[in-house]
T-cell receptor, first 114, second 112 residues
């Protein structure tokens, strides 16, 4: 069985500040890990994915995430927050590269203060 | 081309009524998924179709829920005798081989 825990259901950052969203996973097989973003009244959009290649993964909109097997973590970061980053972010795990049957974390809502 | 399309975008129904939610996947995508997003439960997997294989129904919460996929393309999620706890956003996603899931904008279902 797989599971994902996202620490903090809400995060508030100032514009220009570092964004750090935490994700820890549990998986009995080598995991495939994903971060998705959801803007209001929209579906989920893929930010980035880890599929056992490089442990530091770069995604869209300046986001990146680092896979740390020893810590079972896949934290998402962005060096400088922009107002447009205000959204909900979901970490997810699957056992297949295509992302079938994703198991999601509870989500972290990001508020960006001017 | 177009993304995953879901209809209706919003649906209000009375408790006990049946509802049908529709999903048009991206053309050529062989895999189709339904998820439910609700307060307190997060995003839950419901059902997964892959080509002509039997669907994976392991996430359906009760026998009031069913889904079909006709001709390997459009899918309909049906909820019979709706209950208030069925109120949620129902998200559809599709993918092709080795591609991540592409999600639609969802159908917001409200059961009154």
């Amino acid at each position: 069985a797989q599971s994902v825990t996202q620490l903090g259901s809400h995060v508030s950052v100032s514009e220009g500040a570092l964004v750090l969203l935490r994700c820890n996973y549990s998986s009995s097989v080598p995991p495939y890990l994903f971060w998705y973003v959801q803007y209001p009244n929209q579906g989920l959009q893929l930010l980035l994915k880890y599929t056992s290649a490089a442990t530091l993964v770069k995604g869209i909109n300046g986001f990146e995430a680092e896979f740390k097997k020893s810590e079972t973590s896949f934290h998402l970061t962005k060096p400088s927050a922009h107002m447009s980053d205000a959204a909900e972010y979901f970490c997810a795990v699957s056992d297949g590269a295509a992302g079938n049957k994703l198991t999601f974390g509870g989500g972290t809502r990001v508020l960006v203060k001017p | 081309g177009a993304g995953v399309s879901q209809s209706p975008s919003n649906k209000v129904t009375e408790k006990g009524k049946d509802v049908e939610l529709r999903c048009d996947p991206i053309s050529g995508h062989t895999a189709l998924y339904w998820y439910r997003q609700s307060l307190g439960q997060g995003l839950e997997f419901l059902i997964y179709f892959q080509g002509n294989s039997a669907p994976d129904k392991s996430g359906l919460p009760s026998d009031r829920f069913s889904a079909e996929r006709t001709g390997g393309s459009v899918s309909t999620l049906t909820i019979q005798r709706t209950q208030q706890e069925d109120s949620a956003v129902y998200l559809c996603a599709s993918s092709s081989n080795n591609s991540p899931l592409h999600f639609g904008n969802g159908t917001r279902l409200t059961v009154t």
